[in-house]
């Protein structure tokens, strides 16, 4: 059941500019002090919201497109297109005509999520309902180009140039490398299901007797990290606490994490964890309290309170208050499952807002740019292999542009040679991309150490 919409207070001008320029900040760490306000100052923003942020519509009035910096943007509250997008006066002064303000306020805080009812049958805010697909920009961080309108004119107002965040080693954008670790000892399943429906049973049997008397394909974690660590890279691993299927039956884990870590650790020496929470955990403290304690008796580390939903599951109107409550460093769910891109427009780590108390969020939320699913899954996109690295292009020049973060989750399963859709051939293509662009490879832990 969907929950129910809380009342919440509306959504003032003042409390909009605020979360935003904190934003703006954490992308510029070093850009000086301007005073950026509605009102007359040296940054003028247009108010074109009126009172969109005083109601509960999950859908503001379509976009405009203009130009910057050769790519059409789509602009929210752009109450007047006539006029110039970004005006550059004497004296050190500059308006911007189209609400930038307000337009990311929309997109970073979540709001279409928050206030619209769709649901899919996973009981995630889908990717057809959301303005992304609507108007056609998922693959574009909208927000990064609102910043660059606000940019342009700090630096004008102020004299001084405005320098994007740069990450270790002075690298342009960085690549955050996760794996859900969702199956250890089911690669011999389909093969066996297809030989059986085949009438093979010869077949059959030998995918029977190699289960029996071989490790599973799947059990490859060593694989893994050595595979990320030959690129001068590091794995993050988010562990299923559960083995039981959901109460919907969707299935969790095929192994007991208990039973399995002291073979487990080994294999992944001293790569960061972290807890990928079951199905129905997105909604219920108790339960995700429960899974979060036991991973750190399990494995007897402390996690970095880093998460990332199975099924990226989330309820944009209780998750995030799970995990403030539960004092989690970071999230890594939100990205669409039925495209890759950016979910929330914005290719940096940020702070959902809380409608409720009107301020940020406490926890991290750090954008999934790119699942392995996604590119190759029956109800997704279904890319074949050598269309991969050419979508997934242009979007990542957009993160290395705009000094991002690239979060890639590539499932353990698809480290098997045998797929050869979204398998290892095309997981070392884009790590090649990645590292020709001298990304920096992080973790979590690095990233909120860096970003915070």
Known sequence: MLPPLPAIPPISAETRLAYVLRHFHMAFPAAPTVRISYS??????????????????????????????????????????????????????????????????????????????????????????????????????????????????????????VRPRRWMNDAPFAAFLTHDIDNLYSAWKQPAKAALKAGNLLGFGRQLWQHLTRPDAWDNLKLVRETVAGYGAQSTFFFLPEHRPGANGTPNADYDVAKVWPRLAPAIGDAEIGLHASIGRAVHTGDLKREEHRMQRCTGRDLVKGIRFHYLGWEPRLTPVLLDTLLFHYDTTLGFAEHYGFRNSYCLPFHLFDFRQSQPHDFLEIPLNVMDATLHHPNYLRLAPDEILPALTPMLQQIERFGGVCTVLWHNENFDPANQHNGPREFHAIMEYLRSRQAAFVNGRDICELVS
């Open 40 to 161: 007359d100052a040296p940054v003028r923003i247009v108010d074109g919201a009126g009172e969109f942020f005083g109601q509960t519509q999950p859908y503001p009035a379509a976009p405009n497109y203009r130009d910057w910096q050769g790519q059409s943007i789509p602009f929210f509250f752009d109450a007047a297109p006539e006029k110039p997008l970004l005006e550059l006066l004497p004296n050190q002064r500059a308006i911007i005509h189209a609400d930038v303000v307000s337009a990311a306020f929309y997109l970073l805080s979540g709001w279409q999520e928050f206030f619209s009812d769709e649901r899919d049958r996973h009981g995630r805010f889908p990717y057809t309902a959301s303005v992304q697909h609507r108007y056609g920009f998922v693959d574009v961080p909208v927000v990064n180009y609102y910043f660059d309108v606000l940019k342009t004119a700090v630096e004008h107002a102020t004299g001084q140039p």
